[in-house]
Each structure stands twice: as C-alpha cells, then as structure tokens.
C-alpha cells in the first residue's frame, strides 16, 4: 500500500509537470486558432513557423551562438579542468568553490552582473556580447563534466609518454585528450543544450535587433499567443530534451566506468 502511495504521488507530480507541455504539443496540431476546441489535424503552423522571418531568424541567432559558445566553452574549460586538476589541493578547492558559483547562481543575478560588466567595458550589447555570456555561463558545465574523467585517469600514462621522448603538446594530445573524450562531448552537448534553452541570461546580454528563440518566444507571447509558438515550443522541446537523454546517457555510461 505504501508502495502504490509513493507511486500514484510520483506519477502526480509528474503529470502535474508535463501536461500542460503534452497540451502544448497536441495543440500545435490543432487546425484552430482557438485553445479551446480541436477543429482537426493540421501542419499548418510548422509551415507557417518556418515561412516566419523573425523566426528563422532567431533560429539562425540560437544554433550560431549554440554552436560557438559550446566549442569555445569546451575549449577552454577542458583547459580549465586539466589545469585544476593539478593544482595542489589548497588552491583546487578554491578554485571549484568559484566554479560552483556560475552553476549555483540565480540566473537574472548572473544575466543583470554579465550585463553591467559588458556595459563597463564598453562592449556594445549585441551577437558579440551574447555569444560572451553564453561562453561565461557554459564554461563551469564542461569543467564539472571532464574532471571526472581527469580523476579515472592514470597519472603515470603522461610521464611515461614524457620518458619516452615525446613532447608536452604531443603526449596531452596523443595520451590525456583521447582518454578525457567522453567527459569533453558530454561537456560540449550539455553547453549546447544550455545556451539553446537559455532566456534570462539572454535577455539582459542582448541588444536590440539580435534575439534567441527564448527572446523571439517571449515577445511574441506578450502579444497574445500565436499557434506559431506552439509549434516552435514543440520543436524546442523535442530538440532539448533529445540533447538532455544523450548527455544523461554519456553521464550514466561515465559513471560505470569510474565503478
């Protein structure tokens, strides 16, 4: 009895959660304008979505600044991860507390601190400044996923390609880099899904002309809601939550191989 108790309170929650997204995705099939009826089967408005100019638009501004700032993150922050990992262990707690800040942090505190810092440096708020802080924000998620990786390596792998004549550069691209690759994709496609997905950051680093589909989405609901926006929010749903069960996948996969 308890049992079921836990699982129909579960399976509540969860309903609770996903049906008003289920409603969502249902009805951007629905012929009709209205929310309140169905009036038949229709793929009118994922047409329509991709014949819209802001749409397409801000399509191409998320998968240019998702597609960037995911590789550039991963670039620096397996960098990032190498570095801490050797860092004694006075300084590597530091610099993980600091790490964990981004990650911890409200995301409008980050957005309104990102914002002033671009303004005081004199950047003007635009596809520049929104590819910087998607790069800021992603760059803890990629160090938090390779540093797993870095502790399931063997320490003497590197100083034995060191004794057998090969160079730094050579032996961390040869040795340290094919032996952290599952950490570095996992880090890639969950800053990529993060900066698609991403709306407040986004909405305080941008400027005017140059939005997110987040953005695009939000304006445009403001002037009431348009079927369009249901079919791009499907889309959106999909897209991320495929992302999130790849990545979950590589995590699960990591995980049994660190037991």
């Known amino acids: 009895m308890v049992k079921f108790i836990k699982r129909f309170y579960t399976s ?15 009805f951007s099939f629905n012929s009709s304008k209205s929310r309140g009826s169905w009036d038949g089967f229709t793929l009118n408005w ?12 801000a399509l191409y501004v998320t998968l240019g600044i998702a597609v960037l700032s995911s590789i550039i993150a991963t ?20 610099i993980m507390n600091l790490t964990y800040l981004p990650v911890l942090n409200a995301d409008i ?23 910087l802080a998607h790069i800021t924000f992603n760059i803890p998620y990629v160090i938090l996923s390779v540093l797993p990786k870095l502790r399931q390596l063997n320490k003497h792998l590197y100083e034995a390609a060191l004794d057998l004549g090969a160079s730094p550069l050579y032996a961390l691209r040869k040795i340290i880099i094919p ?28 400027g005017s ?11 445009m609901a ?12 499907t889309i959106m749903f999909l897209s991320v939550l495929t992302l999130l069960i790849i990545v979950n996948k590589r995590m699960d996969n990591t995980e049994e191989g660190d037991n």
């Open 12 to 26: 509540l929650i969860f309903l609770f959660l996903y049906a008003p997204i289920l409603v969502l995705i249902i």
């Open 46 to 57: 994922y047409v329509e979505m991709f014949q819209d100019r802001q749409i397409m638009s």
């Open 75 to 94: 670039i620096i922050g397996t960098a990032a991860a190498i570095g801490i990992y050797n860092m004694n262990r006075f300084n590597k707690g530091i």
């Open 109 to 131: 505190v980050t957005g309104i601190s990102l914002m002033l810092l671009l303004i005081f440096l004199k950047i003007p708020l635009g596809f520049t400044s929104l590819l």
């Open 179 to 206: 032996e952290i690759k599952p950490g570095i994709i996992t880090g890639l496609l969950l800053a990529f899904t993060l900066s698609i997905d991403d709306f407040v950051i986004s909405f305080f680093t941008t």
């Open 209 to 219: 002309g140059v939005a997110n589909l987040s953005i695009t989405i939000y304006s």
């Open 222 to 233: 403001r002037r009431g809601i348009n079927p369009k926006i249901n079919a791009l929010s």
